[in-house]
């Protein structure tokens, strides 16, 4: 949808801003340009919407190159936001969502109902927040408004520079988990240009690297914190990649250990007997339907009666697919020692801290590899 082909932008004073740059963007993906401050970012970003033109190289929308297509047609195909968000002041927050689509000529009432359907996509009511002006709104909220604004006329393609960088972290958090909750209902193809990698590694379907006017790695928030491809891209990623990481590694089924399982209905003493012939000290507890009730140690369970008897309810469970850090987090609040991973209501397996890591370890081990986690065997896991 987008393709950069050998694009090189001087400025007249001899700053080399973007130095040869090619790559591609498929359809309907989110791409995140990080790096540090002057790197070329957004150079790179204002050169698709003509913003700024390259010294030489050519850039392609849809399969039409930039350059020869009218700026002002090319603008009002592609979305724009900005940090600074830039509502008009003196309109109301309905008349500038539906500035671009009056630009386009659409009628005053159909750019009207758009802005307003925009509004409640982006989480604004809008017959409260419609009639009000820019000022009489929060950041967080003003930045929704520039986002509804951006995607007013149905761009395929939107440009997003720093478009969270003015809310504090907490609103922050939020605006990028609704965006990406509208993004997975709208997929555009998004380039959007941030400073930090954290937010690169939450929203990018893939994030470009920067070094100076070039990009160092273009991979996967997986491979980018798994297997930074140079040092200067394992410098900017942090010390802590490994933490990050267990933000964007989802729980696989193959992740999952299986204890010793007990049902509601069976006699204490025998389950008790069971466990104790396998070593175990503990079992989890299903119902009659397989689904987690929760769990039993032996020493209870040998005192007879029935599993129910003595079970205890558990509440520290995460649905499989989720993202490892989401585990992680259960175990710390319930401080257990394992985690129930569900399908539904079904009951997969557990996780416990020896398992997490071995997860992490072998999702590093499968990105380096190019292949899924399920193909990456446990003892390639213990010689690394
Ligand atoms: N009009 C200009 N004239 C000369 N140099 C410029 C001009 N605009 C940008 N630059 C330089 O080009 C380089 C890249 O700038 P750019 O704004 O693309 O960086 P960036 O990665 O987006 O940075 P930031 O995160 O700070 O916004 C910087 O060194 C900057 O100083």
Redesign the pocket.
């Known amino acids: 949808m987008i393709r950069f082909e050998e694009v090189t932008?001087r400025?007249?004073?001899g700053?080399t801003?973007?130095d040869d740059l090619s790559f591609e963007i498929g359809e309907g993906e989110l791409v995140t340009l990080v790096?540090?401050?002057?790197?070329?970012?957004?150079?790179?970003?204002?050169m698709v919407n003509r913003l700024i033109e390259p010294t030489s190289g050519r850039i392609f929308v849809g399969g039409e190159d930039v350059a020869t297509v009218d700026p002002v047609r090319l603008r009002r195909r592609i979305g724009y936001v900005i940090q600074q968000v830039g509502l008009f002041p003196h309109r109301t927050v309905l008349d500038n969502t539906a500035t671009v689509p009056c630009l386009l000529g659409w009628k005053r009432a159909r750019a009207r109902a758009r802005a307003a359907e925009l509004l409640d996509l982006v989480g604004l009511d809008p017959k409260t927040y419609g009639p009000r002006y820019p000022d009489q709104l929060s950041g967080g909220q003003r930045q929704r408004v520039g986002v509804a604004r951006a995607l007013a006329a149905d761009p395929p393609v939107l440009l997003m520079?720093?478009p969270f960088g003015a809310v504090d972290p907490v609103v922050r958090e939020q605006l990028q988990e609704e965006f990406l909750r509208m993004q997975s209902a709208v997929r555009k193809t998004v380039l959007l240009?941030t400073?930090d990698i954290e937010e690169a590694v939450r929203l990018g379907d893939r994030i470009a690297v920067?070094g100076q006017?070039r990009i160092e790695q273009f991979d996967t928030p997986g491979t980018v914190l798994g297997t930074p491809a140079t040092p200067r891209v394992a410098a900017f990623v942090g010390a802590d990649r490994g933490l990050k990481r267990l933000s964007v590694t989802e729980i696989e089924p193959s992740d999952l250990e299986q204890p010793p399982v007990v049902r509601l209905d069976e006699a204490g003493g025998r389950a008790a007997a069971r466990l104790s012939a396998q070593g175990a000290r503990w079992a989890v507890v299903l119902d009659s339907a397989g689904d987690l009730h929760g769990w039993a140690g032996v020493d209870e369970l040998a005192r007879g009666g029935l599993v129910r008897d003595h079970a205890h309810r558990m509440n520290s469970w995460v649905p499989v697919g989720a993202p490892l850090r989401q585990a992680f987090g259960v175990m710390l609040q319930h401080d257990a020692g394992w985690v129930a991973v569900l399908d539904g209501t079904r009951f997969l397996g557990v996780l416990t801290p020896a398992k997490l890591h071995e997860a992490l370890r072998r999702s590093v081990d499968a990105d380096a590899r190019g292949v899924s986690r399920r193909e990456v065997p446990y003892e390639s896991v213990a010689d690394a």
């Open positions: 932008k400025y007249p004073d700053t801003a973007v790096g540090p401050s002057g790197c070329g970012k957004t150079t790179t970003m204002m520079d720093e240009v400073h920067y006017g």
